[in-house]
């Protein structure tokens, strides 16, 4: 199987930035699609963002388009998640996720494997 471990998490004021990374391991990463979802209490794990196996694709939920960015480095194992222009409402643990998709890159019952979580608190 594969190993997955976010980093980078933490307390930010609004409007400030964070970058997660995840870091895979056990198997190469290369041929999976990556994603990040995020969980706030009393919520259900939703989509953030996924990028496609080679790096050519991306996609993100409405919520975080515009001030997200996802990105990965196949050399290195490594996929990352640029967030600019926080909210309160982004606060919730994030998650690394890895997966043999085609197509339903935004359902997490696609994805096969997944990182402990790493909270991002942000404060109003």
């Known amino acids: 199987q594969v190993q997955l471990v976010e980093s980078g998490g933490g307390l930010v004021q609004a409007g400030g930035s964070l970058r997660l990374s995840c870091a895979a391991s056990?198997?190469?990463?290369?041929?999976?699609?990556m994603g990040w979802f995020r969980q706030a209490p009393g919520k259900e794990r939703e989509f953030v963002a996924a990028?496609?196996?080679?790096?050519?694709?991306?996609y993100y939920a409405d919520s975080v388009k515009g001030r997200f960015t996802i990105s990965r480095d196949n050399a290195k194992n490594m996929v990352y998640l640029q967030m600019n222009s926080l909210k309160p409402e982004d606060t919730a643990v994030y998650y690394c996720?890895?997966?043999?998709?085609?197509?339903?890159?935004?359902?997490?019952?696609?994805?096969?494997?997944w990182g402990q979580g790493t909270q991002v608190t942000v404060s109003s």
């Open positions: 996720a890895a997966g043999y998709i085609s197509r339903n890159y935004y359902s997490n019952r696609e994805y096969d494997y």
């Open positions: 990028i496609s196996r080679s790096g050519g694709n991306t």
């Open positions: 056990g198997r190469t990463f290369s041929p999976y699609t």
